[in-house]
């Protein structure tokens, strides 16, 4: 069974400027997660998808944050415009969805860098 | 604040022995509690899970125990092997009709098993 695909792996850009990063989760799960994670913390969650509605959006700056996820599928998550403490690596986890608590499986993540 | 908490930034251990990984959690609405770990320029791969109901689950060399009076959790690793060095993440969930079960971490822990 295919994991949790990702890209970039890698980006690099200036502040001010604009990036997105694409997730493909495990095919049949129905919740989707972003999660932030700065060099030294764990992982934050940014949001989560239930299908293509937003559960929980409430640690996304969403100033300059945006994600989406068009028809239950894949999700992209932008950031417009990035900021020097936006460095960190962004993860996308997918589960099942069964309504209660089940097992996030994580990609490989995509490493921002930004100058 | 951090609602779950690794207070070891690392541990080393001899190959053979037991490696105890430990996790503290201030919130009593988590559930559910998993262990990840992750190589360098991966993602965090699940390892074990257990629920409140439970306060021990055992997968392999891989055991996790929960003291739900204490709000502590720990992972044994027995026999411990270079091949178990990485970062390990404890993480928790709740019923939390905000988040939709999703996860807190830990800020992790560094095991380096040596020969």
């Known amino acids: 069974e295919a994991g949790v695909a990702q890209s970039p792996r890698y980006k690099i850009i200036e502040k001010r400027q604009s990036v997105a990063f694409w997730c493909n989760p495990i095919?049949?799960?129905?919740?989707l997660y972003w999660y932030q994670q700065i060099l030294g913390q764990g992982p934050k969650l940014l949001i989560q998808f239930q299908n293509n509605g937003v559960v929980d959006d409430s640690q996304l700056p969403k100033d300059r944050f945006s994600a989406e996820r068009l028809k239950g599928v894949d999700s992209t998550l932008k950031i417009q415009p990035a900021k020097l403490e936006d460095s960190a690596v962004y993860l996308c986890a997918s589960s099942l969805g069964t309504g209660g608590p089940d097992t996030q499986y994580f990609g490989p993540g995509t490493r921002l860098t930004v100058l | 604040d951090q609602q779950v908490k690794q207070n070891s930034p690392s541990l080393s251990v001899q190959e053979g022995r037991i490696s105890i990984l430990n996790c503290d959690y201030t919130?009593?609405?988590?559930?559910?509690f998993l262990w990840y770990k992750k190589y360098p320029a991966e993602g965090p791969t699940f390892l074990i899970s257990i629920s409140s109901i439970k306060d021990k689950n055992e997968d392999g060399r891989f055991t996790v125990f929960l003291n739900k009076s204490a709000k502590h959790l720990s992972l044994h690793i027995v026999p411990s092997q270079p091949g178990d060095s990485a970062v390990y993440f404890c993480?928790?969930?709740?019923?939390?009709?905000?988040?939709?079960?999703?996860?807190?971490f830990g800020k992790g822990t560094s095991l380096l098993v040596t020969p």
């Open positions: 919130n009593s609405m988590f559930d559910y």
């Open positions: 993480a928790a969930t709740g019923d939390n009709s905000n988040s939709g079960y999703a996860l807190n």
């Open positions: 095919s049949g799960h129905a919740t």
